[in-house]
């Protein structure tokens, strides 16, 4: 019974990485020939990418884009083509900062950032008015800006692995009362 509840939640957590709320996740290797209208979510996971096809900005109605695990530094300005665009994955690429263009898509609402080696937030963030949840574990973030502070529907944001001092968690969670926000312990040697 025991190895049933365990597979249970493999089960689970795996369904969870496929994004199920956008419907079969595609590989890229997948949708040629098909209508780019009818895909919603596509992965280029783990291809070892350093740039995106240009193919890519045929597919308007996506919803949900994986680019984890590649040789990205950049995204190309026709991202901000992909307007429904709801949940973006850049990690485990070598993103120094945030790509601007990621702040022109107006429905984002998840944005795994996650192990890059980004050094701030633009201000610019603020655009991305739907953001529930940001995820920045593993960046060598030093300064947040202010737009960040701006999201009124951000929930969840996570900077574990992020070295900061005890008056900047103070500050920041004084600064977003309503949001979770998953920390390490403060390095009393940045005060």
């Excluded at 596509?42 to 695990?69: A, G, I, Q, V």
């Excluded at 190309?76 to 790509?99: G, H, M, R």
Aim: net charge positive; charged share 20%.
């Amino acid at each position: 019974m025991r190895q049933l509840f365990v597979l249970f939640f493999i089960l689970l957590s795996f369904l969870g990485k496929a994004q199920l709320n956008h419907g079969r996740v595609y590989l890229w290797s997948e949708v040629s020939g098909l209508n780019p209208d009818s895909i919603r979510a596509l992965s280029f996971e783990k291809m070892k990418l350093d740039s995106l096809p240009n193919e890519l900005w045929k597919f308007t109605n996506l919803t949900y884009l994986n680019l984890e695990k590649n040789q990205l530094s950049n995204l190309p300005d026709e991202l901000k083509n992909l307007t429904q665009l709801q949940e973006l994955n850049i990690e485990k690429n070598k993103f120094t900062f945030l790509p601007l263009v990621i702040c022109q898509l107006p429905n984002l609402k998840k944005l795994n950032a996650s192990r890059n080696r980004i050094e701030s937030i633009p201000n610019q963030i603020e655009n991305c008015s739907h953001l529930e949840s940001i995820d920045l574990y593993d960046n060598l973030i030093a300064e947040f800006g202010t737009g960040i502070f701006q999201l009124k529907e951000l929930r969840t944001l996570n900077i574990e692995g992020v070295m900061y001092g005890t008056n900047f968690a103070e500050g920041l969670k004084r600064k977003l009362p309503n949001v979770k926000i998953l920390l390490d312990p403060p390095c009393k040697c940045l005060n």
